[in-house]
């Protein structure tokens, strides 16, 4: 085990049993922000090297956005967490061969962004900005966190014709539970920072498992979609991808993988193959 996740584990519970609300706090600020920035992959850089580069400021930080392209028929691409927009570099040479235009960002805290955090709440508002700069998405491909924020933005008002999303979060109350998993922390631990982010992180939103919930309301998403999901994905179970298709039904094609993860599986030539032919059908065009 990692020395550091270990004294985390040791320290946030035994801290629990005198003082379950500072421990629950100090684990809410090692839930918001990324332990590390993502650095552009050596296999990522000539592609990432290419981009035009924009800027937006949300919330008083730096979001930098990454266009190739000239910006029609454009593509959203959304990036996970600890993760950033250039994990999806085997796209773009596709994309463009369609003749489409991908765009991405940096979430805040993340990549070359500035901040030191963020939230689904601020990929919905950064893709509706973007949205309002380069008009409708031809399609939206979406990753891990990426995913869930896709739906979130997709129900909220975002125009795409099409929605690729790679092993993806469908249950957001997941979460909390998840991370506290990783780090080996326990129950009082865990009901804190649920509360703390119900209450502190989204506290306009009410129901929040139920709002961010990928699968609710599945009408109000009426989109062919393609959900990729490796079988042994220790991140994000593959479960996850059982409730999108449960929910969304001959609309939705299930590809499941064996021995790719939840990182690996972006890059895969023979997902990025599928993803690609799955875009290129919805333009009755053949795939390069």
């Known amino acids: 085990m990692d020395p550091a996740v270990a004294l985390i584990r040791t320290s946030l519970n035994a801290l629990s049993?005198?003082?379950?609300?500072?421990?629950g706090r100090a684990a809410f600020?090692?839930?918001?922000?990324?332990?590390r920035r993502g650095r552009v992959g050596s296999r990522e850089r000539e592609v990432h090297d290419r981009a035009v580069t924009e800027q937006l400021t949300v919330h008083g930080r730096r979001v930098v956005v990454y266009r190739w392209g000239d910006g029609t028929r454009p593509v959203l691409m959304l990036h996970g967490w600890q993760s950033r927009a250039s994990r999806f570099a085997g796209f773009v040479p596709r994309l463009r061969a369609l003749g489409l235009s991908p765009v991405a960002f940096d979430a805040p805290g993340h990549g070359d962004s500035g901040g030191r955090a963020t939230t689904v709440l601020?990929?919905?508002e950064i893709a509706t900005r973007l949205q309002e700069r380069y008009g409708a998405f031809e399609a939206v491909i979406a990753h891990s966190l990426g995913v869930n924020a896709a739906f979130l933005a997709l129900r909220g008002g975002l125009r795409a014709g099409r929605l690729v999303a790679v092993a993806g979060v469908s249950e957001f109350s997941y979460l909390p539970a998840a991370f506290c998993a990783e780090l080996g922390l326990n129950t009082a631990i865990e009901r804190e920072l649920r509360h703390r982010v119900e209450h502190e992180l989204f506290p306009g939103v009410g129901d929040v498992a139920e709002y961010f919930d990928a699968a609710r309301s599945p009408e109000q998403i009426a989109l062919p979609i393609l959900v990729a999901h490796d079988e042994g994905d220790r991140r994000v179970g593959i479960d996850h991808a059982h409730r999108l298709k449960a929910a969304y039904g001959d609309r939705l094609e299930l590809l499941v993988t064996q021995g790719l993860g939840h990182r690996r599986i972006l890059t895969e030539p023979a997902v990025v193959d599928n993803a690609v032919g799955f875009l290129a059908a919805g333009q009755g065009v053949t795939a390069p």
């Open 17 to 23: 049993r005198p003082a379950p609300g500072l421990a």
């Open 29 to 35: 600020a090692l839930y918001r922000h990324p332990v």
């Open 122 to 124: 601020e990929y919905r």
